[in-house]
């Protein structure tokens, strides 16, 4: 009798082909030199081309039954925004997975490893899952649950899906929960196994577990949504702790649009042969106290610098102690208040042929450093720079509000000089490649006003400010709440040379001063401005909507409104976007003022496209059980 531990992988199946056949693949690819594995496919497929792919990989797997599901009725629909479930579909997941259990009970299994069939998996994946000796462990993997968001984990800590922990009695502030939010996300970045509340999608079951009685069966007097909820504290009722193993995260194709990153992902843990590299990189960051956040980071750019240099500015932490576990490239470089200085001296310490920056609270998803392993093995070593979109900031529904694009990969011999103690650029030019490639900004440090210091003391040591320099010291007044000395800074700004995307935003900002000092006018005429330097934008038309809209003009902010759906996005800019103008926003506002004007039809179709772009989002939620109330749904 064989040794090897028996394992029953299974899913339920309704699928496109074209997104089945990855998920086959990497079932197919996957390592199993310690298991004996067999396959359970429940073919629920209104695609003929997928049940044919399930057939044949049963005759090229072998060990390999499918049963034939034979209620097709219940709808389930998906698009390139989201999935649309709707309750009775959800049960019949449940019912489908209850009997995947019994049949693995049946069939005395030793494990069940149920897997979504839009995901793939690493080929380490199912021997490092099972090393965990765990009853109940999910394998993380990744999700965009909006286009434009930032990627979220199938895991959580407690009830329908809070990422953070709290004691039952304890209160938090907004941002005592963000910030231990954004610990937890950061903790599942790291490799390792973590106790959770929450899992599902690629969850491998113990037959001890099995026995015991889990199911995914609807729990009566439990409303939470989704039978992964159900199954997660029916399990915790019987005594089994969760986990959740992020050795080695799978890739999600949550969408169509996703097809494209399988490539990208598959490379992702292929290593990197010399030979494969067009180019070789310095990776140089500087940092001061970032013992959190620093190994987050290069963990997430494995395989893609050839060299790491690490530039330290006075840490008291251990950062320089972790910097040397991953290097040894550390160096000393005394604070002197001054940015550009500090990366001027890390880039004097590379050596290969091409730069790139981060800051210690810069991470790579994996479908990014995918991304980014594809862009080495094909980028051509006569670009000068390579440009990539930086997600800086994030709402309370983890969608991405503020990204921009930054010259982020330089080539060394062009000798690229980074300008200004703070709020500093990169001075690159030349030919350009722009990448596909994201960097996420994951800030857990508390903002201060070290910036507006270094500021006024340069003005006070005599310091000259260049044009560039009046912007960003206008940017942390604003900040400040210092609101009339930014007007004069920003007007000042405004009056001479700058770039056309800084031109722009210093408008939005100067309009935003003076709608804090209740100067109407003044507001509007700023707003106005920013036509001096493009077209209209989105952003800015919703803000002179808000404008009309807050003196109940509705007819007004409708057509401002209705101008920011008409936007065209410009592509390849370097500036700062919101993309709440250019998604949401103006049509949850247009859902409201087209309401107050009595046209209830168009205030439904206005909360129909805003609720497809952010379903969670409190405001829209309020439109849609206020539309209901009307009998518009």
């Given at each position: 009798?064989?040794?090897?531990?028996?394992?029953?992988?299974?899913?339920?199946?309704?699928?496109?082909?074209?997104?089945?056949?990855?998920?086959?693949?990497?079932?197919?690819?996957?390592?199993?030199?310690?298991?004996?594995?067999?396959?359970?496919?429940?073919?629920?497929?209104?695609?003929?081309?997928?049940?044919?792919?399930?057939?044949?990989?049963?005759?090229?797997?072998?060990?390999?039954?499918?049963?034939?599901?034979?209620?097709?009725?219940?709808?389930?629909?998906?698009?390139?925004?989201?999935?649309?479930?709707?309750?009775?579909?959800?049960?019949?997941?449940?019912?489908?997975?209850?009997?995947?259990?019994?049949?693995?009970?049946?069939?005395?299994?030793?494990?069940?490893?149920?897997?979504?069939?839009?995901?793939?998996?690493?080929?380490?994946?199912?021997?490092?899952?099972?090393?965990?000796?765990?009853?109940?462990?999910?394998?993380?993997?990744?999700?965009?649950?909006?286009?434009?968001?930032?990627?979220?984990?199938?895991?959580?800590?407690?009830?329908q899906y809070t990422l953070y922990r709290k004691e039952r009695k304890e209160a938090?502030?907004?941002?005592?929960?963000?910030?231990?939010?954004?610990?937890?996300?950061?903790?599942?970045?790291?490799?390792?196994?973590?106790?959770?509340?929450?899992?599902?999608?690629?969850?491998?079951?113990?037959?001890?577990?099995?026995?015991?009685?889990?199911?995914?069966?609807?729990?009566?007097?439990?409303?939470?949504?989704?039978?992964?909820?159900?199954?997660?504290?029916?399990?915790?009722?019987?005594?089994?702790?969760?986990?959740?193993?992020?050795?080695?995260?799978?890739?999600?194709?949550?969408?169509?649009?996703?097809?494209?990153?399988?490539?990208?992902?598959?490379?992702?843990?292929?290593?990197?042969?010399?030979?494969?590299?067009?180019?070789?990189?310095?990776?140089?960051?500087?940092?001061?106290?970032?013992?959190?956040?620093?190994?987050?980071?290069?963990?997430?750019?494995?395989?893609?610098?050839?060299?790491?240099?690490?530039?330290?500015?006075?840490?008291?932490?251990?950062?320089?102690?972790?910097?040397?576990?991953?290097?040894?490239?550390?160096?000393?470089?005394?604070?002197?208040?001054?940015?550009?200085?500090?990366?001027?001296?890390?880039?004097?310490?590379?050596?290969?042929?091409?730069?790139?920056?981060?800051?210690?609270?810069?991470?790579?998803?994996?479908?990014?450093?995918?991304?980014?392993?594809?862009?080495?093995?094909?980028?051509?070593?006569?670009?000068?720079?390579?440009?990539?979109?930086?997600?800086?900031?994030?709402?309370?529904?983890?969608?991405?509000?503020?990204?921009?694009?930054?010259?982020?990969?330089?080539?060394?011999?062009?000798?690229?000089?980074?300008?200004?103690?703070?709020?500093?650029?990169?001075?690159?030019?030349?030919?350009?490649?722009?990448?596909?490639?994201?960097?996420?900004?994951?800030?857990?440090?508390?903002?201060?006003?070290?910036?507006?210091?270094?500021?006024?003391?340069?003005?006070?040591?005599?310091?000259?400010?260049?044009?560039?320099?009046?912007?960003?010291?206008?940017?942390?007044?604003?900040?400040?709440?210092?609101?009339?000395?930014?007007?004069?800074?920003?007007?000042?700004?405004?009056?001479?040379?700058?770039?056309?995307?800084?031109?722009?935003?210093?408008?939005?900002?100067?309009?935003?001063?003076?709608s804090h000092l209740g100067q109407r006018e003044e507001q509007l005429l700023a707003?106005?401005?920013?036509?001096?330097?493009?077209?209209?934008?989105?952003?800015?038309?919703?803000?002179?909507?808000?404008?009309?809209?807050?003196?109940?003009?509705?007819?007004?902010?409708?057509?401002?409104?209705?101008?920011?759906?008409?936007?065209?996005?410009?592509?390849?800019?370097?500036?700062?976007?919101?993309?709440?103008?250019?998604?949401?926003?103006?049509?949850?506002?247009?859902?409201?003022?087209?309401?107050?004007?009595?046209?209830?039809?168009?205030?439904?179709?206005?909360?129909?496209?805003?609720?497809?772009?952010?379903?969670?989002?409190?405001?829209?939620?309020?439109?849609?059980?206020?539309?209901?109330?009307?009998?518009?749904?």
């Amino acid at each position: 009798m064989s040794s090897l531990k028996r394992v029953l992988i299974s899913s339920p199946v309704r699928q496109t082909a074209d997104i089945l056949s990855p998920f086959l693949r990497s079932l197919a690819d996957m390592e199993k030199m310690t298991v004996e594995v067999s396959y359970l496919f429940i073919d629920d497929n209104v695609d003929d081309l997928a049940s044919q792919l399930l057939c044949q990989f049963q005759i090229e797997q072998g060990g390999t039954e499918i049963q034939h599901e034979a209620d097709h009725a219940h709808v389930y629909a998906k698009d390139e925004i989201t999935h649309y479930w709707q309750e009775d579909a959800i049960w019949k997941v449940a019912r489908m997975k209850d009997t995947i259990i019994e049949y693995a009970l049946e069939h005395q299994f030793d494990y069940l490893f149920l897997i979504d069939s839009d995901l793939v998996l690493h080929p380490h994946t199912l021997e490092q899952i099972l090393l965990a000796d765990k009853d109940i462990i999910a394998n993380i993997y990744w999700t965009k649950w909006q286009p434009d968001t930032c990627e979220m984990p199938q895991v959580w800590i407690s009830d329908q899906y809070t990422l953070y922990r709290k004691e039952r009695k304890e209160a938090l502030t907004d941002q005592e929960s963000a910030i231990r939010m954004w610990e937890f996300l950061h903790q599942l970045r790291v490799p390792g196994i973590y106790e959770v509340g929450g899992l599902g999608a690629c969850t491998l079951i113990s037959s001890k577990a099995l026995q015991a009685g889990v199911r995914f069966a609807e729990i009566p007097n439990l409303s939470f949504w989704g039978e992964d909820r159900h199954f997660c504290i029916r399990a915790r009722a019987l005594g089994f702790t969760l986990h959740v193993d992020t050795h080695y995260p799978a890739y999600h194709i949550y969408r169509a649009a996703d097809l494209a990153g399988v490539d990208a992902f598959r490379q992702s843990y292929q290593e990197l042969k010399a030979s494969d590299r067009k180019i070789t990189i310095s990776l140089c960051i500087i940092v001061k106290n970032e013992q959190q956040a620093l190994p987050i980071c290069l963990h997430s750019v494995r395989g893609i610098p050839d060299e790491i240099i690490i530039v330290d500015t006075g840490s008291t932490d251990r950062t320089k102690e972790i910097a040397a576990s991953y290097t040894d490239h550390v160096y000393d470089f005394p604070w002197v208040d001054d940015f550009a200085a500090a990366r001027n001296f890390a880039f004097s310490k590379a050596t290969q042929q091409y730069v790139l920056w981060l800051d210690a609270d810069d991470t790579l998803t994996e479908k990014d450093r995918g991304l980014f392993l594809s862009l080495i093995g094909g980028l051509e070593p006569a670009v000068d720079r390579v440009t990539m979109a930086y997600h800086l900031n994030f709402d309370e529904n983890h969608n991405v509000t503020h990204s921009l694009r930054r010259n982020r990969l330089v080539r060394r011999a062009c000798q690229f000089q980074w300008i200004g103690a703070v709020h500093e650029y990169l001075a690159a030019s030349g030919s350009v490649y722009h990448s596909e490639v994201a960097i996420t900004h994951r800030k857990d440090k508390a903002h201060t006003d070290r910036n507006l210091r270094i500021y006024r003391k340069r003005i006070e040591d005599g310091h000259l400010f260049t044009p560039r320099d009046h912007y960003y010291f206008a940017n942390e007044l604003r900040e400040h709440r210092c609101f009339e000395e930014a007007i004069t800074y920003y007007e000042l700004f405004l009056e001479g040379e700058g770039w056309q995307e800084d031109k722009i935003a210093a408008s939005l900002h100067l309009g935003e001063c003076y709608s804090h000092l209740g100067q109407r006018e003044e507001q509007l005429l700023a707003l106005f401005g920013t036509f001096e330097y493009d077209l209209p934008r989105a952003d800015c038309c919703c803000r002179i909507g808000a404008v009309y809209l807050n003196e109940l003009d509705y007819h007004q902010a409708i057509y401002w409104y209705e101008q920011a759906t008409k936007s065209t996005k410009p592509t390849e800019v370097m500036g700062i976007f919101d993309h709440s103008s250019w998604t949401w926003l103006p049509h949850v506002q247009l859902c409201l003022c087209y309401d107050r004007v009595g046209n209830l039809d168009k205030a439904k179709f206005h909360h129909d496209i805003a609720f497809s772009y952010n379903p969670t989002h409190p405001s829209i939620l309020h439109n849609k059980r206020y539309l209901e109330q009307t009998g518009k749904f």
